[in-house]
C-alpha cells in the first residue's frame, strides 16, 4: 500500500501535517458537521438562504457557515460546507432537503440510472468551488481546508432508496438483482467524484474525505465489491490527477473490514467511528497510517467528567502514530456550545 508519505514535508498545517504522516505535539481537532444547527449563527443563516441545497450553492452564504465554527473554536480546521447529494443533483435526479425529514430523492431504477447525465456536473457543481475559493482567501495560512464528497456506495443508497435507511435494503436488492445497472451507476459516481475531488484540490482545499456513511449491513463479498473497490479507484483517479493527495476515508461501521479497506484503498487518514475498540489501531494498524477519531457525538451533548476522561482516553490511545481528534460520527443538533469550547481546549492540552 502506497499513501506517498514516505518522506513528507511539513506545511506549519498542524492538521494537514498529521494527515502526511508528521505526528504532531497534541492532536489537531476538527468536528464532523461543524458547521450546523447548535451553532445560533448557523440557523439564522440557513433561515436566510430558505431552501438547504440553495445554501449549499449561495457561496457567500456557504463560505460563510464554513468559517463560522473557526471564530468560535480554535479547531484546526474548516471542512467546506456542502453535501454529500450535490453530486446526484448534478447528475439530474430530483434531490429535496424536507425539514424534520432529511434529504427526499425521486429513486432510480435502471431506466433512471440510464438517464442520469454526468455531461455538466462540474458546471452544476461550480458554485461549490467558488466557496472553497473564498473560504481559502479568508481562512488562516495554519488552518487546513478540508474538501469531501459520499463515497459512490453511500451516495447509491440515497439515489436508490430515496432516502436514509437502517439498513440500505433496497440498494441492496437492487445490486443483487440488476448487477449491470448498479455496476453502470457505480462507475459513474467514481468517474464524477473523482473529477469533482480533483476541482476542490484545485480550487484550493488540502484535503479531502470520502464519507462511507453507510458501510455497515454489508457481507464481505458485498463489502469488498462495491465499498473497497470504488473507494480504491476513486483514491486512484484522484491521484492520476493530483499526485500524492491526502485523502480520509471514513468507513462507518466497516468493523472487521475496516484494516483491508485501509490496506486496499490507499487512504492517507483512516477515520475510525465511535464504536471501534481504542485498542483496534495499535493491535491492527501500521503505525504509519494516520487516524482520525473517535468520540461518541453523545459524550460531547452530556459532557463533564466522562467526556473529558474519554478524550483522553482516545488520545492517549493514538499516541503512538500520528493522529486528528474528530468525533466517530456528526455533531448533532442539541449539543452545547460550551462542552464543544472545553473539549477543544482539551485536545489542545490547555486543561
Known amino acids: 500500500m502506497d499513501r506517498q508519505i514516505s518522506s513528507p514535508q511539513a506545511t506549519g498545517k498542524p492538521l494537514l501535517d498529521t494527515a502526511l504522516g508528521i505526528k504532531q505535539p497534541t492532536p489537531p481537532i476538527w468536528i464532523m458537521r461543524q458547521a450546523g444547527r447548535y451553532l445560533p449563527e448557523y440557523r439564522q ?16 452564504m456557504a463560505a460563510e457557515v464554513t468559517l463560522q465554527p473557526l471564530r ?5 480546521a474548516a471542512i467546506l460546507f456542502s453535501d454529500i447529494l450535490v453530486i446526484p443533483d448534478a447528475l439530474g435526479q430530483t434531490v429535496r432537503f424536507a425539514e424534520g425529514e432529511g434529504p427526499i430523492l425521486e429513486p432510480l431504477d435502471p431506466a433512471g440510472i440510464a438517464a442520469l447525465d454526468p455531461t455538466n456536473a462540474l458546471e452544476k457543481l461550480s458554485p461549490v468551488l467558488e466557496t472553497i475559493d473564498r473560504v481559502k482567501l479568508a481562512l488562516s495560512p495554519n488552518k487546513t481546508l478540508i474538501g469531501f464528497c459520499g463515497a459512490p456506495w453511500t451516495v447509491a443508497t440515497y439515489m436508490l432508496g430515496g432516502r436514509g435507511s437502517s439498513d440500505q435494503a433496497k440498494a441492496r436488492i437492487f445490486a443483487l438483482e440488476h448487477p449491470e445497472a448498479f455496476s453502470a451507476l457505480i462507475d459513474m459516481l467514481v468517474e464524477v467524484s473523482a473529477q469533482y475531488l480533483v476541482a476542490q484540490f484545485r480550487a484550493g482545499a488540502d484535503i479531502v474525505q470520502i464519507f462511507e456513511s453507510w458501510a455497515l449491513n454489508l457481507d464481505e463479498e458485498f463489502f469488498a465489491a462495491y465499498v473497497i473497490e470504488p473507494n480504491r479507484r476513486l483514491v486512484e483517479r484522484v491521484r492520476e490527477f493530483i499526485p500524492g493527495a491526502p485523502i480520509t476515508g471514513f468507513p462507518r461501521g ?31 494498524l501500521p503505525k504509519s497510517l494516520p487516524v482520525q477519531g473517535n468520540l461518541d457525538p453523545l459524550r460531547l451533548v ?30 448533532v443538533p442539541q449539543t452545547p456550545i460550551e462542552n464543544v469550547a472545553r473539549l477543544v481546549d482539551l485536545v489542545h492540552g490547555r486543561v
Open 45 to 60: 443563516v440557513r433561515e436566510k438562504a430558505g431552501g438547504f441545497l440553495n445554501l449549499c450553492y449561495t457561496p457567500t
Open 72 to 76: 468560535r473554536f480554535d479547531l484546526d
Open 302 to 331: 452530556a459532557g463533564g467528567q466522562q467526556m473529558e476522561d474519554r478524550a483522553r482516553k482516545i488520545i492517549a490511545a493514538f499516541a503512538d502514530r500520528p493522529h486528528i481528534f474528530n468525533l466517530g460520527h456528526g455533531i
Open 254 to 284: 466497516a468493523a472487521g473490514m475496516l484494516k483491508t479497506y485501509a490496506e486496499q484503498t490507499g487512504v492517507s487518514v483512516l477515520g475510525l467511528d465511535y464504536a471501534l475498540p481504542l485498542g483496534f489501531a495499535s493491535d491492527t
